[in-house]
């Protein structure tokens, strides 16, 4: 044996600058998380404050002294504000810079996050810009027309609309509200012509144009000629021939477009805002009254930090989002010699993606090298037993690859020989124990090779644990289980420490897609997460980010976990920890979750306890049992969903 080549334990010093390169928080969280020196994670929710730092593990263990079970959401009001500011203020500066003649007049589509403290502030941060509100639903408009109060924002709707969503919207311009209702199909035209006859209001009208221009993702088909909603050009002129011909020409004031969400790629905003701009001047050219042109969402979120046009990811930056729109219209409309139009923009995920988090603990390891068998020499055992000891035994950086090859060989041979009859069960435990151990200690000493070959490479996925973590994929992540979204996954403490496991996440549904295998890899995605050793008797917590936008209220009732406990961090500088819990919303009560699959809880809790009568009536059980029975199945009623 090559002594020089023994092998020793592996240096675990680890710095916060080699947890960032594994977790990327520096490239995925716009600058409002970091990693801690104490290795906790922080979070920085003022992008004007950077000093102000609220370190995420003190939230936890404020959570955790007033009883809040986890999972649960740690929304960040001061993201939401920030986001909406930087929003604004950049549209606000670039306009300035490009001495452009309109004003920008975002909204917030409501779909998004449709939570009524996220909107209230939303519509607080956006007061001093008119920042509005977009509706795709009659119960979005009706939320809208309730909280959006600033009488100087838009409320833009979209989505396809019904006698009563148009009657609702007519109401809204009767109270004053600056509504404008977007045509995406022409039927709705010749309806909304007749009701604002009836109710003599001049409503405000926005056409949606079906772009030739591809956007670029997962979303693509939102555009194009086949897309679901929108006019193509001839249905916009039909549409201007009709309102001039019922006397509401005037009324027509906006152009909107929305080629998808998460546009991955510069390119297609570049495309999308000259196709609209030239649709624009012409419609002014022809005497067409507009003043405000939409652009719709797509801004995208960086969500794996990579910067690319990945489907995770974007190439650009929120500045260069803005100038593309901005200098695109200036420079068409100087060129046609036509007055800039005010712009609107409808970013949603953008806006709410950061604000919000699942916090989870992980509650158990499955391991695929589990079981331990004592491999001891026994006299007499199966020579290929001995020659896996030997390889064992004889291990060294040198021998690497040839003893990977030669133990996968001699399992096989140890299975084979299993079939035949002429291997006992012991002996495979053997076998398998010391392949596993093997394989273990390759692995941890892999780095010390120069060069490592191809196939050693796959041992670390062979040898990744699945992480058992507290919460269902489907309510909290659902994009990551629907359309291979990436979110960015990071512990919350302990990131001064090596993280030494290679793992994957599966969550508590008994459904075998409840887990999360793709994660922020070096170049693509990957399908492990280095996490640290699970300590006996210590909390492992984990958290989800960038979860705000979508997933926060696209969950489902999948194995009826429903939702998560919710708290509400609001900083604040005076206080040492420099935060404080605004709020705490409780999640889903088994019997909540029940109640709507349309089960009574108050009749099922009786039905036990007549079964536990009877028991009880038998002997079989005593009285005083019976009413702990009873209470016990109460309480687990009245409780969290979610493991304890
Ligand atoms: C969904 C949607 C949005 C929001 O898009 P984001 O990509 O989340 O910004 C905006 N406008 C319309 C019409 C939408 O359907």
Redesign the pocket.
């Known amino acids: 044996m090559n002594k020089a080549n023994s092998l020793k334990t592996p240096s675990n010093a680890w710095s916060i600058e080699q947890s960032e390169q594994i977790y990327r928080v520096n490239r995925w969280s716009n600058g409002y998380f970091e990693i801690g020196e104490n290795g906790n994670l922080h979070a920085i929710p003022r992008y004007d404050q950077p000093k102000l730092k609220i370190d995420l593990r003190e939230i936890i263990d404020e959570m955790s002294s007033m009883g809040i079970q986890f999972p649960a959401v740690i929304r960040f009001h001061d993201i939401l504000r920030s986001q909406v500011e930087l929003l604004n203020k950049t549209f606000r500066h670039t306009i300035e810079e490009a001495q452009y003649e309109g004003k920008y007049l975002g909204v917030f589509?409501v779909?998004?996050n449709q939570m009524r403290e996220v909107i209230e502030e939303i519509v607080s941060a956006g007061a001093r810009f008119d920042y509005g509100l977009?509706a795709?639903s009659k119960p979005e408009l009706i939320a809208a027309l309730a909280y959006n109060t600033n009488k100087n924002s838009l409320t833009i709707l979209?989505g396809y609309k019904d006698e009563e969503y148009l009657r609702l919207a007519l109401l809204g311009l009767k109270i004053n509200r600056k509504i404008v209702i977007v045509i995406e199909k022409f039927t709705e035209l010749v309806k909304l012509v007749e009701l604002a006859k009836e109710l003599n209001v001049k409503p405000v009208i926005g056409l949606r144009v079906k772009m030739m221009v591809k956007g670029r993702g997962k979303w693509e088909s939102?555009s194009g000629e086949r897309a679901k909603?929108g006019l193509s050009i001839a249905e916009i002129i039909n549409a201007v021939t009709l309102l001039e011909k019922e006397g509401f020409e005037d009324s027509i004031k906006l152009l909107h477009f929305?080629i998808g969400?998460?546009l991955t790629d510069i390119r297609a905003i570049k495309e999308a805002v000259q196709e609209a701009s030239i649709v624009y001047t012409q419609l002014i050219k022809q005497g067409v009254p507009l003043q405000y042109v939409d652009v719709?969402?797509?801004?995208?979120v960086d969500y794996d930090g990579s910067q690319s046009t990945n489907d995770s990811s974007c190439n650009y930056s929120l500045e260069e989002y803005v100038s593309d729109i901005v200098y695109g219209f200036k420079q068409s409309c100087d060129l046609a010699g036509v007055p800039h139009p005010n712009i609107v923009s409808?970013?949603?995920?953008?806006m709410t993606a950061h604000h919000s988090c699942v916090v989870t603990k992980v509650i158990g390891e499955i391991q695929p090298n589990g079981k331990k068998f004592n491999t001891n020499k026994a006299t007499g055992e199966h020579i290929i037993v001995s020659n896996m000891r030997e390889l064992e035994s004889d291990l060294t950086t040198d021998n690497f690859h040839e003893t990977y090859n030669d133990i996968a060989q001699l399992k096989e041979q140890a299975l084979s020989a299993f079939k035949l009859g002429i291997f006992t069960l012991e002996e495979l435990a053997k076998i398998e124990t010391m392949y596993w151990r093997i394989l273990n200690n390759i692995q941890s000493h892999l780095h010390d090779l120069d060069f490592i070959p191809e196939e050693l490479n796959d041992i670390s996925e062979m040898l990744s644990s699945q992480y058992l973590a507290n919460f269902s994929v489907f309510q909290s992540a659902v994009d990551s289980w629907a359309i291979d979204q990436v979110l960015p996954i990071v512990p919350i403490s302990r990131l001064n420490e090596k993280p030494t496991k290679q793992c994957s996440l599966v969550d508590i549904t008994c459904d075998s897609d409840g887990k999360i295998d793709k994660f922020i890899g070096d170049e693509t995605v990957a399908k492990n997460i280095p996490l640290h050793k699970l300590i006996d008797n210590e909390d492992y917590f984990i958290g989800l980010f960038l979860t705000g936008?979508?997933q926060d209220v696209m969950g489902d009732m999948h194995n009826l976990f429903g939702r998560l406990n919710e708290v509400h961090i609001v900083s604040y500088d005076d206080d040492p920890k420099d935060f404080y819990i605004e709020e705490v919303i409780k999640g889903s009560s088994v019997e909540h979750v029940l109640s709507t699959m349309q089960y009574t809880p108050a009749i099922m809790a009786q039905m036990i306890k007549k079964e536990i009568d009877k028991q009880i009536q038998r002997g079989k059980i005593k009285p005083r049992e019976g009413v702990h029975l009873i209470d016990f199945y109460e309480d687990c009623l009245n409780g969290y969903t979610y493991l304890k």
């Open positions: 589509p779909k998004v977009e795709g979209n939102s909603f929305h969400s998460q719709g969402g797509g801004l995208a409808e970013s949603g995920r953008a936008a979508y």
